[in-house]
């Protein structure tokens, strides 16, 4: 069974930082893209950053690139989202995802879904 789980969330002040963390069990995640999606009350769900599990390669939205930073862990199976410099607009909660093939940012293409961790920035 295939199982993304999300931690790493909490309260921060404004320019702060958060990592959050998306342990992936139940598959390997070769051939994988891994995202970052998030979703503030009352908006849609939105993309932030996705990487490759087989390349590395990396994707950022607009709204993230500069502050926010996804990597991913090999050995622990684990994909990391470093989040800087964080604004009040980036409170939301934040989903990992998976999807096999290319790149996008297509919701419904996205295979797996995590249950999503709080974010909440104050100014």
């Known amino acids: 069974q295939v199982q993304l789980v999300e931690s790493g969330g909490g309260l921060v002040q404004a320019g702060g930082s958060l990592r959050l963390s998306c342990a992936a069990s139940?598959?390997?995640?070769?051939?994988?893209?891994m995202s970052w999606f998030r979703q503030a009350p009352g908006k849609a769900r939105e993309p932030a950053a996705g990487?490759?599990?087989?390349?590395?390669?990396?994707y950022y939205t607009e709204a993230v690139k500069g502050r926010f930073t996804i990597s991913r862990d090999d050995a622990k199976n684990t994909v990391y989202l470093q989040m800087n410099s964080l604004k009040p607009e980036d409170t939301a909660v934040y989903y990992c995802?998976?999807?096999?093939?290319?790149?996008?940012?297509?919701?419904?293409?996205?295979?797996?879904w995590g249950q999503g961790t709080q974010v909440t920035v104050s100014s």
């Open positions: 990487i490759s599990w087989s390349s590395g390669k990396t």
């Open positions: 139940g598959r390997t995640f070769s051939g994988y893209i």
């Open positions: 995802a998976a999807k096999r093939g290319t790149a996008n940012w297509i919701i419904h293409e996205y295979d797996y």
